[in-house]
C-alpha cells in the first residue's frame, strides 16, 4: 500500500488517466483510415496504442501499403487530434480534486505520455491544470515512449527524486508493466476502454488501483478520511 505522504512527486500520464480520450483515439484512426480508403482492422486502436509514433507510423505503410512516409503519418495524425483535444476532450472524474490534495502537501507533478506535446498543451490549458504541471514529457523528446521506463527516469530527474519516492499513476498495463520495471510505486486507475482481462492484470501488478481517483485518494491518503 502507498501513502501519499511517503511520496515525494508524481507522474501522470494523460491519455484514459487525467482526460477521457481513449475513445476519441478510435475515432481518429478510424477518420485516417477513411481518408485513406481503408477499412480499419477490429482491434487496430489497442493494437496502435502500444507502438512508438514512428512503429505505428510504418506499421500502417507496411501493414496497408501506404504510400507515405512515416513522417507524413505522424503530422497527420497530429493535426487530426489536434482538434479534439483543443475542443472536446473531458477531463476524468475528481481530478481536480485529486491536484488539489497534491498542491495543499506541495508535492510536484508533472506529465509523461505518447501524446504529441502540441496536443497535450492544448487540452491541458482548456480544462485548466497545465499550471498544475511541471512539466510534460512526449514522445517527440523520447522517442522510445513508455516500452522502456527512459521517460519516467527523466521525469525523476526533473523532479529530483528517486524513483522509489515518485508515484506514477497509469490506465494501460504495458505502461504500468514499464514504470514497475523502473522500481517506482504505481497506481492503476481504470478506464472504461482498458479489457477487463487487462484491468485484471493491473490490479495484480499495481501498488494501488481505484476505479477514479475520489476512490484512490481514499486508499492513499487515509489522513484526509
Known sequence: MINLLDIQAVIFDLDGTLIDSLGIWQEIDKEFFAENDLTPPEGISNQVNKMTMREWAEYFIK?????????????????????????????????????????????????????????????????????????????????????????????????????????????????LETAVSGNFPTVAVYDCHTPEQEWQKMKQIANVYGENFSDILKKIYPEQN
Open 63 to 175: 501493414e496497408f501499403h501506404m504510400n507515405r512516409t512515416p513522417e507524413e503519418i505522424i503530422h497527420r495524425i497530429g493535426e487530426m487530434c489536434y482538434t479534439y483535444y483543443a475542443e472536446k476532450i473531458p477531463l476524468k472524474p475528481y481530478v481536480k480534486e485529486f491536484l488539489f490534495v497534491l498542491d495543499e502537501l506541495n508535492i510536484p507533478c508533472g506529465i509523461a505520455t505518447a501524446t504529441y506535446r502540441k496536443s497535450a498543451e492544448a487540452v491541458l490549458n482548456r480544462l485548466n491544470i497545465l499550471n498544475n504541471m511541471q512539466w510534460i514529457l512526449t514522445a517527440e523528446e523520447i522517442p522510445s515512449s513508455k516500452k522502456t521506463p527512459e521517460m519516467f527516469f527523466r521525469g525523476a530527474e526533473l523532479f529530483g527524486t528517486k524513483p522509489e519516492n515518485t508515484l506514477v499513476i497509469e490506465d494501460s498495463l504495458h505502461c
